[in-house]
């Protein structure tokens, strides 16, 4: 895909997301993928938050809100009933937050996929419940405050590896990308939409008032996500993961955990061993 | 009146019922099992595995995932069913307030079974009594037969562009679901004429886009809910309408909301719903060839709750006993809780002895019901409230 084949035409605009928000870019990427051909399933997170209060329509293709736990299973109905009616050919979109997809949706993930039916499931992770006011998830990396784990702790625990997880259910495809790589997402949304099955795709997107750096800072915090390693952009395909781009460039985390106001609390000792396994997971 | 072509055969309800899926043409079946719902699901998937039924099987990991999808199933424009029982009912608990709020034509069947704690897989009316307040229109069956006709029926009321609201059709553990009774089962033709295909007043439709299920503030949300409770309301009418155009075209007459048995000149009348409703007809019969002017009301539409005649007919009577196979803990039975609201103002308001009863598939035999109407031919009008548990 070329910077000059992207669709001009919007179909998500004015929303209320906050500015230099990267979950809104990420929707209107994909939609600019899918085109008009397509459908989506939004859970209580961010973009419907900002998307869906009547009578505010962003959504210039069709557009269902759907209960936290209930995005993978209402794509999978949704396209169970557009096969009973000859249109397999209408793109299912679930476009989730990280809570939503690795916490109280990941049953109806996990079974959705097990079922077959064909639909994209796109979990866009900004790494706590953000709309509801900055509380961890299951996707809040060791190391950050929320909320819920406000100062002087922190996050104990890793994030879960969506995609060994979702890979472990042999889905047909799945990728890992970040809206700082727009070309990258969108060739995965390409790939995973003519798959004729159920697809998962991980977007990592950097929020500026959850993490603490400013809103013009968004794609900057991105790339450093990427090239410090601690993000990676992949694909599960055919039993296998390929990595799909390899920073030009290579940062110490330290960069990478310094520009946001949720890890400034870490002492150079945790931030050592934060870059000791990052490097461990590069070998 | 048979229709022609119908064919009659000793099943369970739940068979009765996955023949009603059957014939209502529905596309996508979503379920999750559990006792005593899963024959019905194991039936259907049968159906469709042997080329019987033109449907798919979508294979769901639980009964929240069941529900969602059968919603799916209609938002994409096409004709869902599930079915489920107790713990699945209320595990769909959030779902099912989604569903009716964001006006979704749904037809579920419920096995009515206790809930736990303590755990039980026998039958009372509990699970279905907690989802009131949901939005479900909720019917209660008696026989295989009326599970039947009613599901077919549900089709039409939920779709109706009056209503357009999910209908759960109850039937009663065991004492339906797993006990053989003659079934007429009506020919696919008749029922296609009684029911057509689905007409969805809004889809996913990507040549006509709109936001479905959206969210709304104050006035918005507000005029909504106004909106559905009218809808709730109008359900009553096209209950009744329903049913009579199914009288005439199967020859089968189910008499609206309520069924009311031989209660002209009684002076004590009980209230109930579901199977045990077949006990109390005999009863019924019995006390009046004693000279007991005793009656009986099946109370078959339980949400839209048929206030004026229940008005009607309890306020020419001197008692109600009510059988509540549930209660709300800390008060007393729901039908006895609402049917006294619906009397509210009545000048000289009957008595009211609720009894409750049934629970985990305990018996109510012939003995506790007369029980319960000499207890309250002998109440005197205004009386105290009286609540009694009956099965110990």
């Known amino acids: 895909m070329k910077l000059k084949d992207i669709e001009k035409e919007e179909f998500y605009r004015a929303s209320y997301g906050c500015a230099g928000c990267a979950a809104v870019l990420a929707v209107r990427l994909t939609i600019k993928v899918l085109g008009k051909n397509s459908v989506y399933v939004v859970p209580a997170n961010c973009i419907s938050t900002v998307s869906c209060y009547y009578p505010q329509a962003p959504f210039f293709v069709p557009f269902t809100v759907m209960a936290f736990a209930a995005t993978a299973s209402a794509c999978s109905g949704i396209s169970a009933g557009f096969k009973r009616r000859g249109r397999e050919d209408i793109h299912v979109v679930g476009f989730s937050g990280d809570g939503g997809t690795a916490d109280i949706g990941i049953q109806a993930l996990s079974g959705a996929i097990d079922c077959g039916n064909k639909f994209i499931y796109i979990c866009y992770d900004n790494e706590a419940y953000m709309n509801t006011g900055i509380q961890r998830s299951g996707l809040t990396p060791y190391g950050a405050t929320t909320t819920t784990t406000p100062s002087p702790c922190f996050e104990n625990r890793p994030k879960k590896d969506m995609l060994r997880i979702v890979a472990a259910h042999d889905i047909p495809y799945a990728a890992t990308a970040c809206s700082s790589y727009p070309l990258d997402y969108m060739e995965k949304v390409k790939k995973a939409s003519q798959v004729n099955g159920p697809t998962y795709i991980h977007i990592l997107t950097p929020c500026p008032t959850g993490w603490g750096f400013p809103p013009d800072e968004t794609i900057e915090i991105g790339r450093m996500a990427v090239e410090s390693g601690v993000w990676k952009l992949t694909e599960f395909e055919n039993g296998e993961f390929r990595t799909t781009y390899t920073p030009k460039r290579s940062r110490p985390v330290s960069e990478y955990l310094a520009a946001q106001a949720r890890f400034r609390h870490l002492s150079p000792e945790q931030v050592a061993a934060i870059q000791k396994e990052i490097d461990a997971a590069r070998d | ?392």
Not at chain 2, 23 to 39: F, G, H, K, M
């Open chain 2, 1 to 392: 009146m048979a229709t022609e072509m119908s064919t009659r055969k000793f099943i369970t309800a739940n068979e009765a019922v996955a023949q009603a899926a059957k014939l209502a043409r529905v596309d996508v079946v979503a379920a999750y099992p559990i006792t005593p719902q899963t024959s019905i699901v194991e039936k259907i998937a049968k159906y469709i595995a042997d080329g019987e039924m033109d449907a798919d099987y979508l294979k769901v990991e639980s009964e929240h995932s069941a529900l969602t999808a059968c919603m799916g199933v209609r938002m994409a424009g096409a004709r869902a069913f599930t079915s489920t029982s107790s713990q699945g009912l209320e595990y769909m608990h959030e779902m099912l307030a989604y569903a009716a709020g964001g006006r979704y034509p749904l037809v579920l069947v419920n096995v009515c079974r206790s809930v736990a704690l303590p755990w039980s897989i026998w039958g009372d009316q509990q699970d279905a009594i907690q989802q009131r307040d949901t939005g479900w229109i909720q019917i209660f069956t008696e026989t295989g037969q009326e599970a039947l006709d009613m599901v077919l029926q549900a089709y039409r009321i939920a779709e109706d562009h009056r209503v357009l609201l999910p209908v759960m059709v109850c039937l009663d553990s065991f004492i339906q679901s797993h006990t053989e009774e003659l079934v007429e089962i009506p020919d696919q033709a008749t029922v296609d004429s009684f029911l057509p295909r689905y007409d969805p007043v809004v889809t996913l439709d990507v040549d006509n886009p709109y936001s479905i299920s959206v969210g709304g503030f104050g006035k918005h949300y507000a005029h909504w809910r106004e909106e559905q409770q009218e809808a709730a309301e109008k359900a009553a009418g096209v209950i009744v309408e329903v049913g009579d155009e199914f009288g005439r075209i199967f020859g089968r007459h189910y008499r609206g909301l309520i069924e009311e048995y031989r209660c002209d000149g009684a002076e004590a009348v009980l209230f109930a719903m579901g199977a045990v409703t077949g006990t109390a007809r005999d009863v019924v019969d019995e006390m009046r060839d004693e000279g007991k002017a005793v009656g009986l009301v099946k109370v078959r539409a339980f949400r839209p709750f048929p206030v004026e005649l229940l008005r009607k007919v309890a306020s020419q009577v001197k008692a109600a006993a009510v059988l509540d196979r549930d209660c709300s803990w800390g008060y007393e039975g729901a039908l006895a809780t609402d049917l006294k609201a619906a009397l509210y103002g009545l000048s000289s308001p009957p008595a009211i002895l609720n009894f409750i009863g049934g629970l985990a598939g305990a018996d109510v035999p012939p003995e506790r019901m007369k029980y319960m109407l000499e207890k309250a031919l002998a109440a005197e009008r205004g009386t105290t409230p009286h609540l009694e548990f009956i099965d110990r």
